[in-house]
């Protein structure tokens, strides 16, 4: 059998579910060009309009001749092909509680989402604004009452990522968003700064029209506002050395708009079949899609060490 653990003995009424990672990347990407794809490798031709020149004016003076408009053309290619292809013996399964099945596709269904997730989180190497690099990272200080504000707290690092959006004319709306990894979640926690403003009281109190920091969030991901950003932790906020969560970890932390990057699922399906040589239930699920940076100005990204 497939499942030898699954034996009437040892059974549980209660599944031992597996650990899920929040999935945030994918949901902060758009959609604005996914059209009707339906195969790997179909590409969207994303077009955008030449920079314009202004030239000085003097009267009485020709003036140039008309300038060219040229398009900027950039393609979205369906270039991730991936799948899964589960089963259950008959057998283990008459022996199961029901709800393993339901288990069994509820985790190889999250298993493909987290792959695409990280998929996306992969694309703070498209970011131009940068704080730190891969070979330099920033090492982050702790916040104390004496160092706040100085430019080397946590905090003061994702308010410069707002800074440099706003320098670049990313809209100031709540399209733009920024992905932290659980240790720089403890250390927001850490600075008065956030968690005066992200409680209720603090939002009431700062914000006019009594509006909610959370603009709206409901993902559990969601962690608070900064300077116009929704804030977001995930253990999939792209890792480049050390140990994850310990002193001398080194993260980046990736911050955009809505509009920065664009992702497209081609196709996606999920099929549930009785194999012709088992005796079993099994279903297969395949998903194409692929992603595109379209205004890398619009991604900003902070290469920090943990302190």
Sequence with gaps: MSLNNF????????ILAALRVNLVFGNLFNTDYEGELKAAG???RINAIGDVTVYNYTKDTDINAPQSMTDAQTMLTISQAKYYNVAIDDVDRAQAHP????????WAGYK?????????SGFYTDAVNLIGSSGSFQTVSVATTSNIGGGTTFYDYLTVLSQKMTENAVPEDNGRWCVVPPWGHTLLKQDVRFTSFNTDAGRQTILSGKLDASAGQSSSAFIGMIDGMSIYKSLNAPHLGGTVGVSGSQDVILAGHKMA??????LNETEAYRPPYRFSDAVKSLVLYGAKTVRPYALCAAYLQHP
């Excluded at 034996?7 to 209660?14: E, F, K, L, R």
């Excluded at 990057?261 to 081609?266: F, I, L, P, Q, S």
Aim: proline share 3%; hydrophobic share 40%; no cysteine.
């Design 261 to 266: 990057v664009t992702k497209a699922e081609g």
């Design 7 to 14: 034996i009437p003995q040892i059974w549980s009424d209660t």
């Design 42 to 44: 179909d590409t969207v």
């Design 99 to 106: 709800d393993v099945y339901a288990e069994m596709i509820s």
């Design 112 to 120: 493909i989402a987290l792959t695409m997730d990280q998929y996306y």
